[in-house]
């Protein structure tokens, strides 16, 4: 295939698969029984790139009603127009939200397509930087009981070697810091002292309990607080900042570029957080690493690791990635090529082209929805 690329994408497709978790999760907010991934498939040649995202149907309806009309016919490589049209073109609707997490699916297709197009790994396209990246363990929901969370400890430490495990805390709306602090302080005395333990708060605490959950657990050596209180709160998040040892970090809401800078110019955040299936794919996770870099900061992937392994190999200042237990089982059980998290570090495989997963349709047809 000629470097200068000039293929006509000739197909773009959505599907919806709602897919029960393992058990009851639930975090500091929220609660859910089953998970909805919206697959995208882009044609063009004789290649197929493949994106997702995790949101409602209502993303495959954006992207049928919405951007088809945008993206068949374009060169594969006009990803940049593609994005920036789509973008104009969701205004009315909302860029936020769902919007945007229809147009960061299909992004993540179409850089899969024009690396496959080139016979390139998709982390050598974009130049990689890391050989490998960082992951750490994400779960540890608060409708685990002491035995469940033990167990997926065990599997995150003794069988992955991961250095870093988070739990979410905040258990219903911030009304139960007794158990929050337990929780804690079972994982640090699972973990041993050598480990790091994450914590997120998915906004559920005000300011003042969230400073004070992690001043009456000094004990177990919290050294990241993810989203201790609401990611809108920016002056809250600062505060909380101030007060506390750990690194704050907030960003998954992020839907555009703007709410990214604005977490980072206003002192809110040690590490940005940024979503690449909501955060308008490669195109939009580049953008604010680079928006990170302007303020000294690094980025971390959050959720859906396999969206994130090639773009923050490709990434100077990436920290981590999240092995979100949820996400990372069904990438594992529904795409070939899938990526081991041992020894807590993924390294995208050089010999598969494009992003080197294959979505196994034939496995998810009974979780597809209509």
Known sequence: MPSNIDVPITSLSASTYVIPTDGP???????????????????????????WTYAPRAAAVVIEDTLTDIVIGRDAGAIT???EEACRAVRNQGR??????????????????????????LHR???RVHRDVAVYGSGGFTTYDDRRLDEQLT???????????KIKIGESWGANVTRDLARMRQVRGRIGPDRELFVDGNGAYGVSQAIGVLMRCEDAAVSWFEEPVSSDDLE?????????????????????????RRLCSSG??????????????????????????AYGLEISGHTSPHAHAHVASATVNVRHLEWFHDHARIEERFFDGSLSPSGGRVN???????????????DAAHFLVQ
């Open 348 to 362: 995208p495989d050089d010999e598969r082209i494009g992003n080197g997963y294959t979505f196994r349709s034939s």
């Open 25 to 51: 999760e639930a975090d500091g907010t929220f609660a859910w029984d089953s998970t909805t991934m919206v697959v995208v498939e882009a044609r063009a040649g004789d290649q197929t790139g493949t994106g």
């Open 125 to 127: 396209f974009l130049g």
């Open 155 to 165: 599997y995150w430490v003794d069988t992955e070697g991961f250095s870093s495990v």
């Open 96 to 121: 936020g939200g769902i919007a945007a997490c229809a147009i960061s699916a299909v992004d993540l297709a179409l850089w899969d397509l024009l690396a496959r197009l080139h016979d390139e790994p």
């Open 268 to 293: 809110a955040v040690d590490c940005l957080q940024a979503d690449a299936t909501r955060c308008g794919g490669i195109t939009g996770w580049r953008r604010a690493a680079t928006i990170a870099a």
């Open 81 to 83: 127009a593609i994005y």
């Open 236 to 260: 809250g998040l600062r505060s909380v900042r101030h007060a506390v040892t750990a690194d704050v970090a907030a960003g998954e809401y992020g839907w555009d570029l703007w709410t990214l």
